[in-house]
Nanobody, 125 residues
Framework: QLQLVESGGGLVQPGGSLRLSCAGI????????IGWFRQAPGKEREGVSC????????HYADSVKGRFTISRDNAKNTVYLQMSSLESEDTAVYYC??????????????????WGQGTQVTVSS
């Protein structure tokens, strides 16, 4: 059974860092694009970043460019989201999901499936 499991969330002070992990269980992530999305209370789910199957192509939301980095280790069947210079506006539940190999610049949540359960990120002093 194909499953994605996110981890690494937590409480961090503004300006701090966290690294989220998205582990694939029951399938090989090599052939899939992986997207990170987030949803804050009362807001719609928004795309944060995505990477194509090889990791050679990445896209970021304008709000996180220069602060977040997506990477993948296909040997570990895991995709990471390194988050730095965190702001209170980054507080949300973060989800990962998969799509066919390509991650387009205008990717949307509707293009992705097999969503994980999410991991909470709270940025607060």
């Amino acid at each position: 059974q194909l499953q994605l499991v996110e981890s690494g969330g937590g409480l961090v002070q503004p300006g701090g860092s966290l690294r989220l992990s998205c582990a694939g269980i029951g399938f090989t992530m090599d052939y899939y694009a992986i997207g990170w999305f987030r949803q804050a209370p009362g807001k719609e789910r928004e795309g944060v970043s995505c990477t194509n199957s090889s990791g050679a192509i990445t896209h970021y939301a304008d709000s996180v460019k220069g602060r977040f980095t997506i990477s993948r280790d296909n040997a570990k069947n895991t995709v990471y989201l390194q988050m730095s210079s965190l702001e209170s506006e980054d507080t949300a539940v973060y989800y990962c999901a998969i799509a066919p190999a390509v991650c387009s610049v205008d990717y949307e949540a509707a293009d992705f499936g097999s969503w994980g359960q999410g991991t909470q990120v709270t940025v607060s002093s």
